[in-house]
């Protein structure tokens, strides 16, 4: 193997181990909520990479009801869930070992149902002083990537790797560049009821994560998530100069679509927070892997405005009104 394998995280590498010289005919990537958003780019990267492995990406719950006809012998399948209690996931887990198929959790307790269930499991790590190398994301592409190395040779691995390492300072850079930005957007969106956000490609999941995960269940203000390529379709008869929007633009082959949606929303619309991947700096980032790392410095700069937000609405990112707290 390539000196880039061995630089991924120890257990991501012991994972690659055991899959070598196992077919795997197909990938399905199964978790809820945040854990799930971080998987829409790691499904992306397969739909462009690879040559023969086919992906999908389930709610947990609904992995299981649907039963997918192809889960077998020859599936790898990748479950995230940060405390690894997650009901659904862990069921999933169990769910898919009975069909046969390899099971890789990600998590952050390795003590969990989760990982227990799991033929093999990758600890990530989690919080603002965690180095980007061992966050969820970057480790869901270290295996991703690494899987597609093994499998089919492709010989992105290495670049992908050594842009992950240097992902730390350009997370610096990004929020100062940002800082001041985020709190004038908290102080101006403080009051908003509503906030959409709007993205498409392997930024679609940073959108759906910071609509569902933040404004939703963290800070209680109703949002939806966009797709770009669904605004002329019936969304964007919403804009209007009263109606906030985040729209996100990324580096990926699918950045028309969002900058056809930013360019009418910029005619019709007032209330507009870009974040543009490409006003950052990007040094140590490969160029041809920017594209897949733009979602995790997005990602990152959108939990900066989620905490400012959450500081200008006295309203803590760790309330809840149901979540841990009834039955359900």
Same mark, same amino acid.
């Not at 995280?9 to 690659?16: D, E, W």
């Given at each position: 193997?390539?000196?880039?394998?061995?630089?991924?995280?120890?257990?991501?590498?012991?994972?690659?181990?055991?899959?070598?010289?196992?077919?795997?005919?197909?990938?399905?990537?199964?978790?809820?909520?945040?854990?799930?958003?971080?998987?829409?780019?790691?499904?992306?990267?397969?739909?462009?990479e690879a040559k023969n492995?086919?992906?999908?990406?389930?709610?947990?719950?609904?992995?299981?009801?649907?039963?997918?006809?192809?889960?077998?012998?020859?599936?790898?399948?990748?479950?995230?869930?940060?405390?690894?209690?997650?009901?659904?996931?862990?069921?999933?887990?169990?769910?898919?070992?009975?069909?046969?198929?390899?099971?890789?959790?990600?998590?952050?307790e390795p003590a969990s149902?989760?990982?227990?269930?799991?033929?093999?499991?990758?600890?990530?790590?989690?919080?603002?002083?965690?180095?980007?190398?061992?966050?969820?994301?970057? $480790?869901?592409?270290?295996?991703?990537?690494?899987?597609?190395?093994?499998?089919?040779?492709?010989?992105?691995?290495?670049?992908?790797?050594?842009?992950?390492?240097?992902?730390?300072?350009?997370?610096?850079?990004?929020?100062?560049?940002?800082?001041?930005?985020?709190?004038?957007?908290?102080?101006?969106?403080?009051?908003?009821? $509503?906030?959409?956000?709007?993205?498409?490609?392997?930024?679609?999941?940073?959108?759906?994560?910071f609509s569902i995960c933040?404004?939703?269940?963290?800070?209680?203000?109703?949002?939806?998530?966009?797709?770009?390529?669904?605004?002329?379709?019936?969304?964007?008869?919403?804009?209007?100069?009263?109606?906030?929007?985040?729209?996100?633009?990324?580096?990926?082959?699918?950045?028309?679509?969002?900058?056809?949606?930013?360019?009418?929303?910029?005619?019709?619309?007032?209330?507009?927070?870009?974040?543009?991947?490409?006003?950052?700096?990007?040094?140590?980032?490969?160029?041809?892997?920017?594209?897949?790392?733009?979602?995790?410095?997005?990602?990152?700069?959108?939990?900066?405005?989620?905490?400012?937000?959450?500081?200008?609405?006295?309203?803590?990112?760790?309330?809840?009104?149901?979540?841990?707290?009834?039955?359900?």
């Open positions: 193997m390539s000196k880039s394998v061995i630089n991924v995280k120890s257990n991501v590498k012991t994972v690659l181990d055991q899959l070598k010289g196992r077919k795997i005919n197909n990938i399905y990537f199964v978790a809820c909520g945040g854990s799930s958003a971080i998987m829409y780019s790691a499904k992306y990267i397969l739909d462009r492995i086919t992906s999908d990406l389930y709610s947990s719950n609904e992995f299981i009801h649907r039963n997918p006809q192809q889960l077998g012998k020859e599936s790898l399948v990748i479950l995230c869930s940060m405390s690894g209690t997650t009901p659904e996931t862990a069921e999933a887990a169990k769910f898919a070992k009975s069909k046969g198929a390899f099971t890789v959790a990600l998590t952050n149902p989760l990982a227990q269930n799991s033929d093999l499991y990758i600890k990530y790590e989690w919080g603002n002083g965690v180095n980007a190398f061992d966050t969820n994301l970057s $480790v869901l592409y270290q295996l991703v990537f690494g899987v597609l190395h093994i499998a089919e040779n492709n010989e992105k691995f290495g670049k992908l790797v050594s842009s992950l390492e240097n992902l730390q300072p350009v997370y610096e850079k990004a929020l100062q560049q940002e800082a001041s930005n985020a709190r004038i957007f908290a102080q101006s969106h403080a009051k908003e009821p $509503v906030i959409y956000t709007m993205a498409s490609g392997s930024n679609y999941g940073t959108a759906y994560s933040i404004l939703m269940e963290m800070q209680w203000i109703h949002s939806h998530a966009i797709h770009a390529g669904e605004y002329f379709h019936g969304p964007f008869e919403i804009i209007d100069e009263n109606v906030p929007f985040i729209i996100l633009l990324g580096l990926d082959e699918t950045r028309p679509l969002e900058e056809r949606a930013l360019s009418f929303s910029q005619r019709y619309g007032k209330k507009l927070t870009v974040l543009d991947a490409k006003q950052y700096d990007l040094g140590g980032i490969d160029e041809e892997v920017k594209g897949y790392i733009a979602p995790l410095i997005l990602n990152r700069v959108l939990r900066q405005y989620a905490e400012e937000l959450a500081e200008a609405r006295n309203h803590p990112l760790s309330k809840r009104r149901y979540m841990w707290k009834v039955e359900y």
